[in-house]
């Protein structure tokens, strides 16, 4: 299967190329890619131009690797990953949502929060709002 061996092929180089990276020190690079690719889009939207071709598409592959070598870090196979995707996704049909997204453009079921969606909100911030929080792209650039 393609997916997984994306992940292995994924993991195989980044382990050679980041030897020691910590699970936690990808799931930041994941976070910073995800903004890089929320940029993409929110670039797009605002000036009203066409996207340079392929740029989505290219952080979009981004974030994939990223997750991937993530999953395989925590001892997830990417037919495992996979798999969670759809039981994810049953159980997103099977709840209810509001007619209106957010400021964000988020929309977010109205059942109590459970365990696992606490992963996707710190503080009362949704995911939108952390990603705003960190420093953009240019930013990053100054810093660096
Ligand atoms: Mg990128």
């Known amino acids: 299967m393609k997916l997984q061996r994306l992940q292995n092929d994924v993991a195989a180089w980044a382990e050679k190329q980041f030897p020691g990276q910590t699970a936690l020190g990808k799931?930041?690079?994941?976070?910073r890619e995800s903004r890089e690719l929320h940029e993409a889009i929110q670039d797009q939207?605002?000036?009203?131009t066409?996207?340079?071709?392929?740029?989505?598409?290219?952080?979009?592959?981004?974030?994939?690797?990223?997750?991937?070598?993530?999953?395989?870090?925590?001892?997830?196979?990417?037919?495992?990953?996979?798999?969670?995707?759809?039981?994810?996704?049953?159980?997103?049909k099977s709840r209810t949502w509001p007619a209106q997204p957010d400021s964000d453009g988020v929309y977010h079921?109205?059942?109590?929060?459970?365990?696992?969606d606490d992963k996707f909100f710190i503080e009362g911030k949704g995911i939108g709002e952390i990603l705003d929080t960190l420093p953009s792209a240019e930013e990053r650039r100054k810093i660096a």
Request: include cysteine; charge should be negative; charged fraction near 20%.
């Open 27 to 31: 799931a930041a690079h994941l976070v």
């Open 45 to 48: 939207a605002v000036s009203g």
């Open 50 to 92: 066409t996207l340079e071709a392929g740029h989505d598409l290219e952080e979009m592959a981004d974030c994939l690797i990223l997750l991937l070598h993530l999953a395989k870090m925590r001892g997830y196979a990417a037919t495992v990953l996979l798999e969670a995707g759809f039981v994810k996704l049953d159980e997103c």
């Open 109 to 116: 079921h109205l059942e109590p929060t459970t365990i696992s």
